[in-house]
């Protein structure tokens, strides 16, 4: 070791980790240093008449950071010390008070706002109305795997002024539908009663249909025509497609008799594909403003239409899905340019020739009916298969599917084609969604309950434990429901669900298929004791 660096050393300073700190040559005075706090290291100070004006080392710039750093500290120790004197008051745990409050006294509304504030009160205020048994099979394990409910939105009423009450289609054994009145009291909860007339609404009796229709997938009912419509999932080798028409009593529009259901119709799709491997998975009853057409179906082979004269057309190329067909040997388009298996569809909002459809295929898919079979549909990617679907507004569409995957989409985003002029996919950013849910929960099931009230804006969606989340279309958050949290974990996914408007209440009820019972949900408040 030289003489100069023992001689350097002697002056040397060292933090607590060894390290130098400055090498003064012997000077111990460190006044005209200052530490950088993120480099951990000294520099000189210089004065600020000879340093330059933008420098951070002029002795001005120290000085001003020290004192910014002595005022940071003490709003920190301040707010060290207030931590436990803030308290959240228990106003805000009561949503109508809180939301209402904050509306007063905010410009800016956050997810207990405007769009939101209704769906969390009605949440928030749901309870059990009650529930119907279906069927006496104690051995049979799952829930009921599709449902229709009809109520005020189809003018239902009972002929006499007793009660009110809603119809419900159901199947119990997936291929023969069962019928079954809704009465309620004055509380909004199923009533049935044994000592009333044997055609009473309020019997607790279950209305069997003579139609048969195995593997049934769907329920609807289209208000035009007055009929119901079932679909069969069992491969197409005559018949796929059942309507019939609940007679009414007496001429009476809103009082229907259940269990005598006449015109019975089957329609077959046999034509259209000349093979037994195409079943149908769902269906859409047309809107009013669509009279020549009944329903949209959704096969495994893509969409259907089927007109009032009960003629059937397709709506996109036949391109049935095969579980072993291998992708190597199909063209690229032949699997994008339309869907396949599909499993749910919706209409258009506002215009009706517009058809949505999502499937087995990780896409949303939008279909022009006007528009030739040939004509390839356009389409966006989801991140998993679209299992159900919802328009929620002109522009908005609500899809879920496995992967937990549920978000809202921009219609208006969807590209304008899906092959250019050589027929290869185009390449172009992919539209994302506009809202995603992440506290729903689904991780591989394809048959699930879902349905959604643009009224109260919420989605009621199944998910993988059994129980049922409801969650705002406005935030994608879900919504505390003490009623649902109650009802426990079912093991398996809810199948059906549906909102409905009962006869006499003002706002929709939720009603789920558990089991083999049929449980209404309804706001309201509990039972109060005497």
Known sequence: MTKDYQAALSGTKFDDFGGVLAITAGVTDLSSFSKDEEKRKYFKVERSSTAPSASTWSSDAVKRRKVEHQANEVVRERDWELRHHIKRHKLWDYTVASGTLQREIRDDLSWEGEGNLKAAAWAGGLEAKGEVRFGNNHRRSGHLPCLWVGGQEQGLETAVAYTTWGALYIAVNEETPVGSYLPVDDDGKLSFREDVALDSPRRPVRHIESTRCPHMSSIMYHEASHRIILTSRQPVNHFGLHLFSPPRSRGTEGAWILGEAANHQNLSFFRLWGDGHVGLNTCKPAPPSLPHLICAVGTSSGLVSVSTDESVSLLTSHNPYRSNQSRGHTPY??????????????????????????????????????????????????????????????????????????????????????????????????????????????????????????????????????????????????????????????????????????????????????????????????????
């Open 333 to 530: 388009h032949q699997h994008t340019r339309d869907p396949r298996d599909v499993f749910d569809l919706d209409f258009h909002s506002t215009n009706p020739n517009i058809l949505f459809s999502g499937g087995r295929q990780p896409r949303v898919w939008i279909k022009d009916t006007r528009t030739p079979t040939s004509e390839p549909c356009r389409h966006i990617a989801h991140p998993s298969s679209a299992a159900r679907l919802r328009a929620i507004s002109e522009n908005q569409l609500l899809v879920c599917g496995p992967q937990s995957a549920m978000a809202i989409y921009d219609v208006r985003f969807f590209p304008t084609s899906s092959h250019d002029d050589n027929g290869t996919p185009p390449r172009r950013p992919r539209p994302g969604p506009l809202l995603k849910f992440p506290e729903y929960v689904n991780g591989a099931h394809l048959d699930v309950g879902f349905d959604v009230s643009r009224e109260l804006g919420i989605a009621a969606a199944a998910q993988d434990d059994g129980t049922v989340g409801l969650f705002s279309l406005a935030t994608g958050r879900r919504l505390p429901c003490p009623a649902m949290e109650a009802r426990g974990k079912m093991g398996t996914p809810i199948k059906s669900l549906m909102f409905q408007t009962v006869p006499g209440e003002n706002s929709q009820s939720l009603f789920v298929g558990e089991g083999l019972w049929l449980r209404k949900y309804s706001f309201g408040t509990r039972e109060l004791d005497a």
